[in-house]
């Protein structure tokens, strides 16, 4: 699993984190990571992907970012996207990319 947070710049680059972690079933066993969490949290009531074994299909349905868990973090007002890569069986599964908007106005 790697999460990272990008900001546009002449295109998007990395911003601040960039975490990864084994397996996606490691994280969901410790949970263990304060970003992770937010991002995750985030979208964890729209898909399937709570626990191990992963169901054979997995989806996110519904999804609408919400902008406001990131006031926890201190981020200029800018461009940014979240790219999430899901993998489990030494194999990358889910690719999720996420693109938001933070203005002087939150």
Excluded: W
């Excluded at 947070?5 to 490691?26: I, N």
């Excluded at 169901?55 to 973090?73: G, I, M, T, Y």
């Excluded at 201190?74 to 194999?91: E, K, N, Q, V």
């Amino acid at each position: 699993m790697r999460i990272q947070l990008l900001k546009r710049a002449s295109g998007y680059k990395p911003f601040l984190y960039d975490v990864s972690h084994s397996d996606l079933c490691v994280y969901l066993d410790r949970r263990n990571h304060p970003f992770v969490n937010i991002i995750f949290n985030s979208f964890a009531n729209h898909t399937n992907v709570n626990k191990c074994p992963l169901p054979s299909e997995l989806c996110v349905e519904h999804f609408r970012f919400p902008v406001k868990a990131l006031e926890l973090l201190p981020l200029p007002h800018g461009d940014y996207a979240i790219y999430s890569t899901f993998s489990y069986d030494r194999r990358e599964q889910v690719l999720l990319k996420v693109f938001f908007t933070i203005t002087e106005f939150r």
